[in-house]
């Protein structure tokens, strides 16, 4: 098979499979949809789930290697930080349909898959404590920055951002990067606020 041709039947299993669900869309679905029937679709890819593997892989792929890319260098921890935040919030907008077929169907994912994305989110994770300590060391950061919690809040964007964001024709891209930018850079750098005060 043609990589156009594997491209076009990718393409078009993310589609229905964000429209209709991953066990809501069966092969004949996606034979017709690209012109092939059932059987011609079984010479080149061995089920359904091995598609869903196909579509998620490549897009996990981007989204770790990306956020990988933008904290190998700390020189500057605070940029490195930035630039994660920018990934992030261009994969959950861009890619929002990887995202969602992801959220959805993971409990459908095979076992050995689900542990490699385990794997690297924790790995990334851990890197994204590292630019925070060493933005701490060189005075960009608080001390009391919550390492955890920062960085559950910059993953958690890539998984979340698309359920209002995606189909908004009034949210630019750039816009939103430098936000989310501003919020997670001003909570890791400037001063706690006062606990509030409860009135009995």
């Known amino acids: 098979m043609s990589q156009q ?6 393409g078009t299993a ?5 429209r209709y669900g991953f066990h809501g869309t069966s092969m004949r679905d996606i034979g017709e949809a690209v012109g092939l ?3 011609s679709l079984y010479n080149y890819l061995e089920s359904k789930e091995e598609l869903l593997r196909k579509l998620l892989t490549g897009h996990l792929d981007r989204y770790f290697g990306g956020g990988f890319k933008a904290l190998e260098d700390l020189s500057d921890p605070r940029e490195a930080i930035g630039r994660l935040v920018d990934h992030v919030v261009d994969m959950g907008l861009t890619d929002w349909r990887y995202t969602v077929l992801f959220v959805r169907e993971q409990a459908s994912l095979p076992a050995d898959l ?4 385990s794997q690297r989110n924790n790995e990334l994770r851990e890197r994204i ?9 060189v005075g960009q950061f608080r001390r009391d920055a919550d ?10 964007l890539g ?16 816009r939103l990067q430098v936000a989310y930018r501003e919020l997670i850079l001003r909570g890791l750098s400037g001063a706690m606020p006062d606990a509030p005060r409860v009135r009995h």
Request: charged letters at 25%; glycine letters at 4%; a negative charge.
């Open 147 to 156: 390492k955890e919690f920062t960085a559950l809040a910059i993953l958690g």
């Open 129 to 137: 404590h590292q630019a925070i300590e060493a933005g701490v060391d």
């Open 37 to 39: 029937d059932k059987s």
């Open 114 to 117: 689900n542990q490699a994305i």
């Open 5 to 10: 041709r594997m491209e076009e039947i990718l």
């Open 14 to 18: 993310l589609d229905l499979f964000s």
């Open 159 to 174: 998984y979340s951002i698309h359920s209002w964001a995606a189909n908004d024709p009034n949210v630019e891209l750039e």
